[in-house]
């Protein structure tokens, strides 16, 4: 049996520092200014997708100012980028020692505890992010999401609704309401919310997942498909929606497409679960015993 996955990478977002400032040509050897090294940090790191750099930039910050709270949360931010939920959590924490009233550092160290399947911990730091911020509909948004992620789905509805009184074009809210929707099976009030965060972002890969999921049990499997590729052509890194995609292929009897798109997940994602059950089915089903045995053996660890 393969598995279709309803599951939510929640985001973590940065706010993009604008303006026409260009940057000079020096070396980080040469800045011993605290906020210069931040500035580069974020647009020769961060924003350019040069992790690696702003490591360097915001750790040359901290050690020129320890007691920085912004650093610590900007290197926390970056260890994000690079996927590595610890280092992010424990730079967030310190940021927090610094400035105990810091909801941005509140809701990304809960946002990393919600990727680590720790909702308790992040739906603690979300409400005290709101604690802080009352108005930070970006926090109501992912503390709906944790609440998906623990069944609560009356109370996300209750949270996204908040935030969407606050700024009625989140899409991310509109997106989040239509999962909540579909897990309580109204699969109407779900397409609406779905393509309501379509329509404010037609770019936005998530809801093409959901909504895919959406027509896979009604067994419109070409549209699915197109929904997923979709998904995928806007973000080349969502593992979600290449097992989904998968799924499909291997109902409609295409098991090399199936195995393609499960190995594609599991290259994003190593330890993904459902990606490595899916992929042993599909080798089961193709005969391939010995591939089938040792995807099993990965996904449950035996």
């Known amino acids: 049996m393969y598995v279709l996955v309803n599951i939510e990478i929640i985001k973590i977002e940065y706010q993009k520092k604008r303006g026409e400032k260009r940057m000079a040509n020096r070396g980080i050897k040469e800045i011993e200014n605290p906020e210069e090294l931040l500035e580069m940090g974020l647009v020769a790191g961060i924003q350019s997708g040069k992790f690696e750099n702003a490591l360097e930039f915001f750790q040359k910050a901290i050690e020129l100012q320890p007691e920085n709270c912004r650093a610590w949360f900007l290197l926390g931010l970056a260890y994000d980028c690079k996927d590595n939920q610890t280092e992010g ?27 680590l399947d720790q909702d308790d911990i992040a739906i603690a730091c979300f409400l005290e992010a709101l604690d802080i911020k009352p108005d930070y509909y970006e926090a109501m948004v992912n503390l709906g999401i ?57 770019n936005y890969y998530e809801p093409y997942n959901f909504f895919g999921l959406i027509l896979v049990d009604r067994k419109k499997y070409e549209k699915a498909i197109k929904l ?67 995807y099993e053996k990965r996904a449950y660890g035996s």
């Not at 594609?264 to 089938?292: G, Q, R, T, W």
């Open 89 to 115: 959590i424990e730079c967030y924490r310190k940021a927090l020692e610094i400035n105990p009233d810091y909801p941005e550092a509140l809701v990304n160290l809960g946002t990393n505890y919600s990727k």
């Open 228 to 294: 997923f590729e979709r998904s995928i052509k806007l973000n080349p890194q969502y593992h979600l929606a290449y097992n989904n995609l998968g799924v499909v292929f291997a109902m409609i009897g295409d098991l090399s497409g199936a195995i393609e798109c499960f190995k594609k997940a599991v290259d994003i994602e190593p330890e993904y679960f459902e990606a490595l059950h899916n992929l042993a089915s599909a080798y089961e089903e193709a005969e391939d015993y010995d591939k089938s045995a040792e």
């Open 146 to 202: 944790s609440y998906i992620e623990q069944g609560n789905y009356q109370q996300a509805i209750d949270v996204c609704q908040r935030a969407l009184i606050i700024n009625s074009n989140y899409h991310i809210a509109y997106n989040t309401l239509g999962r909540a929707y579909m897990q309580l099976g109204d699969q109407e009030e779900a397409i609406k919310f779905f393509k309501k965060a379509l329509a404010i972002d037609p």
